[in-house]
């Protein structure tokens, strides 16, 4: 119930309104000197948080759908709140509106721990990953579902193993907003509640009942319950692998990631 709780504060907040700065950015993103309150009417730039009063409403709208099919699924629900899948955030993957190796300091010899000190190890705010509909270690069969971002992650790169509340499960990426990429005031607006992510409609949603892997979970309360590493990133002598030396820090159970088929295997600590 506390999961729920939060979540239902998250989408019931009075709405952000654009700043002038706001407005701005729209401007400079469009190459256009589109009026203010046509921009309030109009921008529809969610990955960078940058949205009219009626996109937004709209985009609450959608995730209040969600949320309602999620109180009829707590079987689907508890797969993500206890880790029972695979449900991952890359540190590598380039996004449409970010570069995380080089936006976030992702890309040196302590990625993980960077990253932990950066946003804990637990955290309210939103997150985006994907998930596989498999237990770890076993075979994520992405192929028979990726659309674009799957592949990219399970077999380049490396991350974090999470659980959470699923706030929203797509079939695609839903180019929810990018946290490195929206505004100070959107984030000093949200602060109180936790930052939050939207999709925009309930038909980008998976079939709760009949799903393989999803190309975007926006997760809630998450929590860091492992470390993914590609098996191209590890060198055969694991003592001398700064990124496994890293990786043991963050105190969780690490995993080499077959580069082939993304079928993930513990590393027993040495």
């Not at 407005?23 to 000197?33: A, C, T, Y």
């Not at 592949?151 to 929810?176: C, H, N, Q, R, W």
């Not at 990786?247 to 295997?265: E, F, H, L, Q, R």
Request: hydrophobic share 35%.
């Amino acid at each position: 119930m506390k999961h729920l709780r939060q979540y239902i504060r998250n989408i019931i907040i009075e709405s952000y309104e654009l700043t002038k700065d706001d407005m701005e950015r729209f401007r400079d993103f469009k190459d256009s000197n589109i009026p203010d309150e046509f921009i309030r009417q109009i921008a529809d730039l969610r990955g960078i948080g940058i949205q009219g009063t009626s996109q937004i409403d709209r985009d609450k709208d959608a995730m209040r759908q969600w949320h309602n099919l999620m109180k009829q699924r707590p079987q689907f629900v508890s797969q993500f709140t206890e880790g029972k899948i695979q449900i991952l955030h890359s540190l590598t993957y380039r996004g449409y509106h970010s570069d995380k190796a080089d936006m976030e300091g992702k890309g040196g010899e302590t990625p993980f721990t960077d990253w932990e000190k950066k946003f804990g190890m637990r955290s309210r705010d939103q997150i985006s990953c994907i998930a596989a509909n498999a237990p770890i270690g076993a075979d994520p069969l992405f192929e028979e579902w990726d659309m674009g971002n799957a592949a990219a992650i399970f077999t380049e790169g490396y991350g974090f193993l999470m659980k959470g509340y699923p706030a929203f499960v797509a079939d695609e990426d839903v180019l929810s907003q990018t946290l490195s990429a929206i505004p100070k005031s959107l984030k000093d607006f949200n602060k109180p509640s936790g930052q939050v992510k939207r999709a925009s409609s309930i038909t980008d949603a998976i079939d709760p009942d009949n799903w393989l892997g999803a190309e975007e979970v926006i997760l809630d309360n998450w929590q860091i319950i492992g470390v993914y590493i590609d098996e191209d990133y590890l060198s055969y002598d694991l003592e001398s692998s700064y990124i496994y030396q890293d990786a043991k820090k963050i105190g969780v159970p690490v995993y080499k990631m077959n580069t082939s088929n993304g079928v993930m295997t513990e590393i027993k600590s040495i």
